[in-house]
């Protein structure tokens, strides 16, 4: 009768496993190598007796624990393309699928990078103020309000003037490039500036 525990060589590296871990998935390499009655793949075997593998033993770890127990555990100095190249080679077709959704998990969260926003201070009278606020649109937000007082007369009552401070997403532009939404108050821009 075989061994339930089989000796694996990857490329100078040596692994020991269940036969029944490395049948998990039936149509793997790993099976085929090791788990059928007759094996289907001819492969030598070092002194010891441990199948020689010719592949990266770094990238090996994973694919074996994922065998192991279902979960896919990478290491951060990991490149998870390099367990998706093993994982293809390994014919792990569960474990394909499971690394390339990571992979486009991570591609998508990174397309996104950090949010950016576009500020605009605004000046305004007292008198335009609500409706400056109110009619606010295309993506910005009031963000803050900052009196500077009544510096000037208006006929013959004297004005407070404003500072408004606005804000929206950089991504709600495109190519990078801030589209002026339309101007519905009397405001003046004062400063644009990108946190």
């Known amino acids: 009768a075989a061994s339930k525990w089989v000796r694996l060589n990857v490329g100078g590296t040596y692994f020991v496993s269940t036969r029944q871990t490395l049948c998990r998935e039936p149509k ?15 492969s030598d075997k070092d002194e010891t007796g441990a199948y020689l593998i010719d592949r990266d033993p770094t990238y090996f770890g ?6 192991r127990h279902g979960k896919l ?3 951060k100095e990991l490149a998870e393309e390099g367990v998706l190249e093993e994982a293809e ?4 077709a ?3 699928r499971l690394v390339k959704e990571r992979i486009r998990d991570n591609e998508n969260r990174t397309s996104q990078g950090p949010v950016k926003h576009v500020y605009r201070v605004l000046q305004c009278q ?5 409706q400056m ?12 309000l900052i009196s500077i007082g009544s510096s000037y007369n208006y006929g013959n009552e004297d004005q407070a003037e404003f500072l408004c401070v606005v804000s929206r997403e950089l991504n709600n532009s495109t190519n990078g490039i801030v ?7 009397k405001v003046r821009n004062l400063l644009g500036c990108i946190d």
């Open 89 to 92: 080679f390994y014919n792990i």
């Open 94 to 96: 569960s474990l394909v």
């Open 28 to 42: 793997s390499f790993l099976c085929r190598l090791c788990c059928q009655d007759g094996p289907e793949l001819g």
């Open 73 to 75: 555990i990478i290491n």
């Open 126 to 130: 007292e008198e335009e103020l609500t």
């Open 179 to 185: 589209i002026e939404p339309s101007e519905k108050a």
């Open 62 to 67: 994973p694919i074996l624990n994922y065998l």
């Open 133 to 144: 606020v109110s009619t606010m649109s295309d993506g910005w937000k009031f963000e803050q």
